[in-house]
């Protein structure tokens, strides 16, 4: 059910595109809107926060809905704060929270997954979200794609533009890692690219460029390489992964140590049955360089499958893990889970995109008594959530990582268990 299933549209005024109209903004909506009503519509607030009173500019006009943003603050909510990036105060897409109170994130942010999870989910019985901050709330971000305009300048693109901000930085960012790449007096690149910059946990900093990506894409080839050597070590607990700049890895700093340390507190008091004498067996899907490897070889003994798509991720993984009980499988999970000996325990950690139905179901059929589904977009995953449910599984524990500050973006990690026969 959407947002705009409650209304009745039978008295909605006439609204076009460009009108300006005054509404109270009265809870969040995924996405980084907010929720006011006109009329008969819903109309969802680009810069608006629950509490607000503000002049909106409509940009779309639908029977039951309609978008704008905020052209004027009327009467500003007790969590708006000064925009806290220049880069988005510029107009930058960036940091869209960028007025919002940190503290008020992580209780906006639970609010719009739990709305996700009934609407989409379909669940009535939710357990009550863990609320885990990961500091700091600025400079948190050591890996950036920064876009280059015609005249070689690298920036940050506006909302919804390719435009670039290209004179401030983002708060987001450690402030050294974009030093002489972005503001006055900045270095050029060559027009129309990428820039990838990171600093790795040697405090090394590699920069390239790549080749400029259709919106909503990555590019991985890269083209020059600027600073570095075009390789970034990575260190959590025992292990150091050394891979490609353009591969992934956390943004947050503190995310990998954090994630791996949930992860491994739920395995620690997991009670698995039906192992035999070979012990238990886990997937690792959608695995990457094999982050979460070391802590359920840990906490299980398991033997860990792990499959990645990139080729270069599953062989740093291999590279860095040597010793360990684990194989690496690059390929589509779709395709390769289905070679694999049935599993106790699956982590999986699927794209922007979620899982989808056929994986949910592919991973179902093997029944692992035990999933951790880490979920970085609420709607995709309430999807995946309301797919595990049919799948035999139950939604026992949720936890919500602020480790995006500044954004509307959060890491969510669901634990299921099968359902009872």
């Avoid at 009745?8 to 009265?26: A, C, F, M, Q, W």
């Avoid at 570095?228 to 891979?243: A, K, L, P, Y």
């Amino acid at each position: 059910m959407s947002d705009t299933a409650e209304l009745n549209t039978d008295s909605t005024p006439d609204l076009t595109k460009g009108d300006t109209i005054t509404v109270e903004v009265t809870r969040p909506a995924h996405g980084g809107e907010g929720i006011a009503h006109h009329g008969g519509r819903v109309i969802f607030v680009r810069g608006g926060f629950p509490g607000d009173d503000v002049d909106v500019e409509i940009t779309q006009v639908k029977k039951r809905f309609a978008r704008g943003f905020v052209v004027q603050v009327n009467s500003a909510s007790p969590h708006r704060v000064e925009s806290r990036c220049p880069a988005a105060a510029a107009g930058a897409g960036c940091c869209d929270y960028a007025e919002l109170a940190p503290g008020a994130e992580l209780d906006i942010k639970s609010r719009i997954l739990t709305d996700q999870l009934e609407r989409i989910g379909g669940l009535t019985d939710i357990p009550t979200p863990e609320l885990i901050d990961l500091e700091p709330a600025q400079g948190w971000r050591t890996r950036v794609r920064l876009g280059v305009d015609a005249s070689g300048r690298a920036g940050f693109r506006k909302v919804r533009s390719n435009d670039l901000v290209t004179d401030v930085a983002c708060s987001q960012v450690v402030p050294e890692l974009i030093d002489g790449l972005v503001g006055p007096g900045a270095r050029t690149f060559t027009p129309d690219s990428e820039v990838i910059a990171a600093i790795d946990d040697r405090g090394v900093r590699t920069v390239v460029e790549v080749r400029k990506a259709p919106r909503g894409r990555r590019a991985e080839t890269i083209l020059h390489v600027l600073e570095g050597d075009g390789r970034v070590e990575q260190t959590v607990g025992e292990h150091t992964w050394t891979f490609p700049v353009s591969g992934f890895w956390q943004a947050h700093t503190k995310a990998p140590g954090a994630y791996s340390a949930f992860i491994g507190e739920v395995l620690d008091g997991a009670e698995l049955t039906d192992v035999d004498k070979r012990g238990p067996v886990a997937w690792d899907l959608y695995g990457g360089v094999g982050l979460f490897v070391p802590v359920i070889n840990r906490a299980l003994g398991a033997h860990v499958h792990s499959v990645e798509l990139s080729e270069g991720s599953a062989e740093a993984g291999d590279d860095a893990l040597v010793g360990l009980p684990v194989t690496f499988h690059a390929g589509r999970v779709e395709s390769v889970t289905s070679q694999l000996p049935k599993p106790h325990v699956v982590v999986l950690d699927p794209p922007r995109t979620g899982a989808g139905s056929d994986v949910v179901a592919t991973i179902a059929e093997a029944k692992p008594q035990l999933v951790i589904h880490i979920g970085c977009d609420p709607a995709t995953f309430a999807r995946d959530v309301a797919d595990w449910s049919a799948g035999g599984y139950t939604l026992n524990r949720l936890a919500v990582f602020n480790a995006f500050p500044g954004t509307h973006h959060y890491e969510t990690i669901g634990v299921f268990t099968r359902k009872s026969a």
